[in-house]
């Protein structure tokens, strides 16, 4: 970090505030010119907060060399984070690396039936985890709010039938307790900087596929990442699913540029949601094949056996058919990538 204090700052006062700043564990060069004192400071500056440092009356501005979120930095953690989780028929499912990861499923649990169906034809087709909503984030208070704690049941019984490991989406900490059958907790887009939350994830032991939010930018999503990691939770799964733009073609504008991004600050694994990023299922392909492409590390998507009378986002969901269709395409386009499905 580096901070210029105002025309005349003698050092005296200088070196008041310097003593300050290395109380908080970095130490402090001083750079002094003609008519403007510099501080340089050195070592980890994440504890720094800057704006209580540009409120100092002293200081002109102050600029970040160093990004402010430290354990999700590729800089303190060269190699890819890789971690393992048990899969359908005895069989490990790599997170990152070379391996690319499928997560499939309707939007929400709604019956048996239908999510029993779904997981059976997502396995069939290749899919590693079977995704599926029971408490559910909608916009208005009117709509299918999720089954809540009986779709989660329904959820865990699709995974004893097919062995496939579930992530689904936590609203609230309360919900917790009804988790512990589940494998990846996500943490939807909505609540991407619900603080709380995040630092309760911190202390649980199971990975987080946490969703940028719609409105946040990249440094907000590692932020994000970072609560819970500082927690001591370092099992997350970053995922692009489309942020607001200015257009109305699709439900939101995929920002595939982010993924290299991502992959060059941070070490976590990044995958692409294309359901919610576009809204449309026609579109769905083109952005998975993208998504591998752009070096994202899987992908959530959404299947539904009848996406016309689906209860959430049937317009963006695509059929088991198309699913399979889809799979044995992304298999040829990963391997160009190095990847494994
Ligand atoms: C979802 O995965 O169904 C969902 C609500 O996603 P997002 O939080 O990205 O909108
Ligand atoms: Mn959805």
Redesign the pocket.
Known sequence: MIIVLKNGVGRTEAGVLAAELEKQGVTVDFSEGANQIVLGLVGDTTVINDEVVRANRLVEKVMRVQEPYKRANRKFHPKDTIFELPGADGKKIRIGGDSFVVIAGP??VESREQISSIAADVKKSGAAFL?G?AF??RTSPYSFQGMGGHGLDLLLEAKKETGLPIVT?LMETSQLELFEEVDVI?V????MQNFALLKVLGRCRKPILL??G?ACTMTELLMAAEYIMAGGNDRIIL?E??VRGFDNYARNILDLAVIPALKQKSHLPVIV?P??ATGLAWMVPAMAKAAIAAGADGI?V?VHNNPERAL??GEQSITPDAFSDLMETLRKYAALEGKVI
């Not at 939807?188 to 609540?191: E, L």
């Open positions: 939007c929400s995704r909503g559910k984030p989406e996500q939807g887009a909505r609540n969703k940028r719609m995922c699913r489309g949601d359901s919610h959530i959404e959430c986002d």
